[in-house]
């Protein structure tokens, strides 16, 4: 993995898991519209369509710089929809991350001809 592919995959890990906090903060405040004076619904939904905005821009960075297939990808975007996908789209990014790292190590001491 060149440094590229890795900063383009720490960028979207970066963005995933405040872009699942917006969402679950933006829901929170949407009931409180609804039951209460509270109205923080404008402010929040500006702060998470931010994220999102820039979640969509780095994971189509991180598809084309890793190669994704297409369901990779999908599952990816679909995570980015759904409460608490945010959380899990970092956990395996990160794992994706360790596992290419140490495929490019073991490569570089040519433990691995892959």
């Not at 009931?31 to 999102?52: D, Y």
């Not at 790292?101 to 691995?112: F, L, Q």
Request: positive net charge; hydrophobic residues 55%; proline residues 3%.
């Amino acid at each position: 993995m060149d440094i590229k592919t890795a900063s383009s995959l720490h960028r979207l890990r970066l963005v995933s898991a405040p872009e699942a906090v917006s969402f679950l903060l933006l829901l929170v405040c949407s009931v409180l519209k609804r039951t209460t004076e509270f109205n923080a619904v404008p402010v929040m939904g500006a702060i998470h369509g931010i994220l999102f905005v820039l979640y969509v821009l780095f994971w189509l960075d991180a598809w084309n710089r890793t190669k994704w297939s297409f369901k990779t990808a999908a599952v990816y975007f679909l995570l980015s929809v759904v409460p608490f996908g945010g959380f899990f789209a970092d956990r395996r990014l990160k794992r994706e991350a360790d596992d290419a790292v140490i495929a490019s190590r073991a490569r570089k001491e040519s433990v691995v001809e892959a």
